[in-house]
């Protein structure tokens, strides 16, 4: 069992950064594959980012690559979301999902995810 707390959301302005952090509990951190999704209000929860085990690759949505940096310190069992360059499509509600066996296929669906956060909300008005 594995229990996820986010922290860092808040109201920024265009252009502004904002740094996330998940921390997790449990052994074998480094063997959890950890995402962040997000969830605006009347949208799907939609993948972000991705840490994949052993932080062996990351990858990212189209729409946050260049601007979003996933990161992961294992000795402290945190995974990090640096969001640079925000933009007022960015608000929303970030999540941060765990899985120690979900399969590269499955890695960009919401729904395969075992383990969950409550959420932190971002939002970015002018």
């Known amino acids: 069992q594995v229990q996820l707390v986010e922290s860092g959301g808040g109201l920024v302005q265009p252009g502004d950064s904002l740094t996330l952090s998940c921390v997790a509990s449990g052994r074998s951190f480094s063997s959890y594959t950890m995402a962040w999704f997000r969830q605006a209000p009347g949208k799907e929860r939609e993948f972000v980012a991705i840490s994949r085990r052993y932080g062996s690759s990351t990858h990212y949505a189209d729409s946050v690559k260049g601007r979003f940096t996933i990161s992961r310190d294992n000795a402290k069992n945190t995974v990090y979301l640096q969001m640079n360059s925000l933009k007022l499509e960015d608000t929303a509600v970030y999540y941060c999902?765990?899985?120690?066996?979900?399969?590269?296929?499955?890695?960009?669906?919401?729904?395969?995810?075992?383990?969950w956060g409550q959420g932190t909300q971002v939002t970015v008005s002018s």
């Open positions: 999902a765990a899985d120690s066996r979900i399969i590269l296929s499955s890695q960009y669906t919401a729904s395969n995810y075992n383990y």
